[in-house]
């Protein structure tokens, strides 16, 4: 292994307070085999949205640097002898929030968050996959109880979910479209919520019903019983996920990503039976590994909003602080 350089570019938000970030020269990170951590060549990472008010608002266990972009695409340089991830494989990861994020040229990730980047996939495609994917996988096939538990099989899977109507909130979003496309494919009937220029594209992925929520009153469509819906998925929580209550029929799931649900649920709301659900992903590779294998088939596909170089960082967290961009 060629050596490596002291020293190397990174951005950096100064403090838990700040939302200013700034491009500049870090420590090359060392790694700890026996912890299963692997040194990684960056080719790609992903910001996701509002994080950077996460250390105010969630602070990490314990200090550490607070570099942004969780999500990943990269080579691998150096890595425990007995990994499934050796020297040269090509991985993509959602990383842990306890550690630093993925903004520098070389970042740490462990045997248990990463999985073999689809060769299909380009470095940038790969890393729009992981956290949104990831969210979406553990919502169908644990959180929203639907399928039972984390470790059931897609078939099985398939036999629990065929025929349940599930509502999916800002469908065409980094979450919510993975969750169309999963849910669709394990037979689910999908209702999505977009923005009118949408509409095509979550048809597309598989819902089976669009509604635009600017010209849509939930409650007035949900009047109808026959469009009650088994789950709510709600990716956008505030008054999207207090209408989305209205859709639930008796004994069914409100799940939000967001908020807890019942946070908004109506005053006036007399469903019962409801569940609710709120829940924050966390990285698994075995997830990341099954959502790999659906992509090399062709079931799945992300999407990239933009690409940017690190040194325009600046622009590209403004552009997803307008809430409507996937930007890699």
Not at 262 to 282: H, I, L, N, R, S
Request: glycine share 8%; hydrophobic share 45%.
């Amino acid at each position: 292994m060629a050596s490596l350089p002291s020293k190397m570019r990174g951005i950096i938000q100064p403090n838990a307070n700040s939302k200013d970030l700034s491009l500049t020269t870090l420590p090359t990170p060392t790694i700890n085999p026996s912890l299963g951590e692997h040194l990684i060549q960056v080719k790609a990472c992903a910001p996701c949205a509002g994080e950077l008010l996460w250390p105010k608002n969630f602070p990490p266990p314990s200090p550490r640097e607070l570099i942004p972009c969780p999500d990943v695409a990269g080579v691998i340089i150096s890595g425990p002898t007995d990994s499934p991830f050796q020297a040269g494989d090509e991985v993509f990861a959602r990383t842990n929030y306890t550690r630093p994020g993925n903004a520098r040229d070389l970042t740490v990730g462990v045997t248990g968050e990463l999985a073999h980047k689809p060769k299909a996939l380009s470095w940038v495609a790969a890393a729009a996959v992981p956290v949104s994917a990831e969210t979406a996988w553990q919502i169908l096939f644990i959180h929203a109880g639907i399928a039972a538990e984390a470790e059931v099989d897609f078939e099985t899977a398939k036999e629990a979910w065929k025929g349940k109507r599930v509502l999916v909130t800002a469908a065409s979003g980094g979450v919510g479209m993975w969750v169309v496309q999963l849910a669709a494919l394990l037979g689910a009937e999908v209702v999505g919520t977009c923005g009118a220029a949408n509409v095509a594209l979550v048809k597309a992925l598989g819902a089976k019903e669009v509604l635009d929520y600017r010209s849509t009153n939930i409650r007035e469509w949900a009047e109808d019983p026959a469009k009650k819906v088994d789950v709510v998925i709600d990716c956008i929580g505030r008054q999207s996920l207090e209408d989305a209550w209205w859709a639930v029929r008796n004994g069914g799931v409100v799940l939000s990503i967001f908020q807890p649900p019942k946070q908004v649920c109506p005053a006036e709301y007399k469903g019962t039976g409801v569940k609710d659900v709120f829940f924050v992903m966390e990285p698994v590779r075995r997830h990341l590994e099954s959502i790999a294998k659906l992509i090399e088939l062709g079931s799945c596909r992300g999407m990239v909003d933009s690409v940017w170089p690190l040194e325009q960082y600046e622009e590209a967290f403004k552009r997803m602080d307008g809430g409507h961009a996937r930007v890699t």
